[in-house]
């Protein structure tokens, strides 16, 4: 199933769900909890400091006080650290990529996808949005660095140019972060 995203009036890009069945199984019970919890909110019939602290978008903070603060601080504070050393990284080779470096750091984003999925603390109802969101990011990086590499490769300018819109969405979805953690 594709998606378009279109970012700040720059050219559509359709970008393919290639989850597994397994994956999209996960992916849908997660959503559907998410959406369980904001109806919640929404109706009123989520526990008092639940609704108090819900934003207008929808997204319900963990704030210091709340028993899981301590787990989501640090494993915001740890994406936020590998994502800014992976961008360090990619900065430093973006005037002259080469299909290689590119793919280097696809693996490095995907190491960070996969301690995500296995951080036991971290796997909890109450880090959903925190965590689906830090696994998009990771996953957004790595279809960048994928586009950019196969741009490379197949010398299609096109490709790479879309590589490019794909990071403009990517640091849009990380600039979402903060939210979920006060």
């Not at 909890?124 to 590499?149: D, N, T």
């Amino acid at each position: 199933m594709a998606q378009t995203f279109d970012i700040r009036f720059a050219r559509s890009v359709k970008l393919e769900d290639r989850d597994t069945g397994s994956a999209r199984r996960r992916g849908f019970a997660r959503r559907l909890a998410a959406l369980l919890v904001a109806s919640a909110v929404t109706l009123g019939i989520a526990p008092p400091a639940l609704a108090a602290s819900a934003s207008a978008s929808g997204i319900v903070p963990i704030v210091p006080g709340n028993p899981t603060y301590a787990v989501a601080r640090r494993q915001l504070d740890l994406f936020l650290s590998e994502s800014k050393a992976l961008r360090a990284d990619y900065l430093s080779i973006r005037s002259t990529p080469t299909v290689e470096r590119l793919q280097a750091l696809e693996a490095r984003w995907q190491k960070v996808t996969s301690r995500i999925y296995s951080t036991a603390e971290f796997a909890g109802i109450e880090f959903l949005g925190l965590r689906e969101l830090e696994l998009a990011v990771s996953r957004s990086w790595r279809g960048c660095l994928s586009l950019h590499a196969e741009g490379l490769r197949t010398r299609d300018k096109t490709k790479i140019e879309q590589a490019l819109v794909h990071l403009a969405f990517t640091e849009a979805l990380e600039a979402l972060l903060p939210q979920f953690v006060r």
